[in-house]
């Protein structure tokens, strides 16, 4: 069965510092690949999204993730955290028939 | 342009009975897809309906039931209510069009069973 894997069930970092979320899948497939946010109070918002070519993605507020296929990870960084960045982030994976399958979510909380 | 809505935020309910969830896709989306988030977890597919069918299915049982309009808006039921099933309820819509598109969430519905 298809399975995500996030290793960092809460991070806690000071404002400035840099950012990198593991995030492991297991599916042999071609797959899609999702970074999601929560903020406190709101609904779950796409922040990057990898369907094929550069496997260096670009997301909204400075995020970025690298799709590594040897690695079956899609690792999540920031180079400068902000307090805004306070928020729960989850790794999914689409087998590109709509199904997402998510991990169980990294708790990220930077300090002011 | 409106984004996802569920409807309602919040319900209470208990055991054994029955509950209806709604949710109406952002403008432009035909497909609709259902997850269950329990406390401090990542959401779990339960199922996903396009032209008014169910296309796919997670492993959740039978008391779990869907229905989509031809306005593509979407209702989950739930039977015979357990503990276990209190939860964020979260639907998320997406569309059918050219490439990959990815999903759209609402705030979801919380469910409390006591």
């Known amino acids: 069965a298809q399975s995500v894997s996030q290793h960092n069930h809460h991070v806690i970092l000071s404002e400035a510092a840099s950012l990198e979320l593991g995030c492991n899948y297991s599916?042999?497939?071609?797959?899609?690949l999702f970074w999601y946010v929560q903020y406190p109070g709101q609904h779950l918002q796409l922040l990057l999204k990898?369907?094929?070519?550069?496997?260096l993605v670009k997301g909204i507020k400075g995020f970025e993730a690298e799709f590594i296929k040897s690695k079956f990870s899609f690792n999540l960084r920031k180079p400068s955290v902000q307090w805004s960045d306070t928020a729960e982030y989850f790794c999914?994976?689409?087998?590109?028939?709509?199904?997402?399958?998510f991990g169980q979510g990294t708790e990220l909380s930077v300090k002011p | 342009d409106a984004g996802v809505t569920q409807s309602p935020t919040h319900l209470i309910k208990t055991r054994g009975q029955q509950v209806t969830l709604r949710c109406s896709p952002k403008?432009?989306?035909?497909?609709v897809s259902w997850y269950q988030q329990a406390l401090g977890q990542g959401p779990q597919f339960i199922f996903q309906?396009?032209?008014?069918?169910?296309?796919q299915r997670g492993n959740f049982p039978d008391r779990f039931s869907g229905h989509q309009f031809p306005n593509y808006s979407s209702e989950l039921n739930v039977n015979a209510l357990l503990l276990g099933d209190s939860a964020l309820y979260l639907c998320?819509?997406?569309?059918?069009?050219?490439?990959?598109?990815?999903?759209?969430f609402g705030d979801g519905t919380r469910l409390s069973i006591l």
């Open positions: 990898y369907f094929s070519g550069d496997p």
């Open positions: 403008s432009g989306h035909d497909t």
């Open positions: 309906y396009y032209e008014e069918e169910e296309r």
């Open positions: 999914a994976v689409d087998n590109q028939g709509g199904k997402l399958i």
């Open positions: 599916y042999g497939g071609t797959v899609n």
């Open positions: 998320a819509s997406s569309s059918t069009g050219p490439g990959n598109q990815p999903q759209h």
